[in-house]
């Protein structure tokens, strides 16, 4: 089982920005998905300053909402079949925002494995005093992750939202659940395998990347 990070957020791609990739190749890599996690987790931590910084991670992956390919926690499941294997990858940094697409290869755990080690390419590019304050990264900071659907402006937008997933019309102090406890329920009411929407659940995902960027989970 793969350790996913905490402050990793995974959606459905709505769209893909720009062209695909016209011949994909196979990768070359051995590393599995855990240790593509790992790896990934670690070069959030170099690029990252505050924990909303570290919370802003989020990775877009074309597996569709439904029951058969996500689990209750979020995650894709291992037998989910994505309609393409491109990944993107965003994140807010110490130097903006970046985003990294990539649909190079034919997996999307190998194209996953190449955004990580991107990341620690550029990374080392300071390491060797080639650069000064990350100018290698500018040419990643007007890349928008277009297929992101919209999140929440503010906490208590993404709370309101997970109390009417969790309570619709009850008259209960939200204020009486705690935001981790509020998402769990959220999560396994909407969840599409307890007969929940694939689109209401995707909305409690955004809401649990806000709540973990403003430091509430």
Not at 4 to 26: H, K, Q, S, Y
Not at 119 to 127: C, I, N, S
Not at 128 to 140: A, I, L, S
Not at 203 to 213: G, I, N, P
Request: charged residues 25%.
């Amino acid at each position: 089982m793969s350790d996913w990070p905490d402050n990793l957020t995974v959606a459905p791609i709505r769209e893909w920005p720009g062209e695909f990739t016209r011949t994909r190749t196979r990768s070359l890599f051995k590393a599995g998905l855990s240790d593509t996690l790992q790896l990934l987790d670690r070069e959030l931590w170099h690029l990252t300053e505050t924990r909303a910084q570290r919370d802003s991670l989020e990775m877009l992956i074309a597996i569709p909402a439904g029951a058969d390919a996500w689990r209750l926690d979020g995650r894709p499941r291992a037998s989910a079949v994505p309609e393409h294997p491109g990944v993107i990858v965003s994140l807010d940094s110490k130097f903006g925002h970046l985003s990294y697409p990539c649909d190079t290869f034919t997996t999307w755990q190998d194209n996953l494995r190449a955004v990580a080690l991107a990341l620690e390419a550029l990374r080392k590019v300071d390491r060797y005093g080639v650069t000064k304050r990350g100018e290698q990264y500018r040419g990643f900071l007007a890349l928008e992750a277009t297929a992101a659907p919209a999140g929440f402006p503010t906490a208590d937008d993404a709370l309101d939202f997970l109390w009417q997933v969790v309570a619709p019309g009850a008259f209960v102090d939200r204020d009486a659940l705690q935001p981790k406890t509020l998402l769990r329920r959220a999560q396994q009411s909407a969840h599409p395998d307890r007969g929940g929407s694939a689109s209401v659940f995707q909305r409690v995902s955004l809401a649990e990347a806000k709540l973990r960027q403003e430091g509430l989970l």
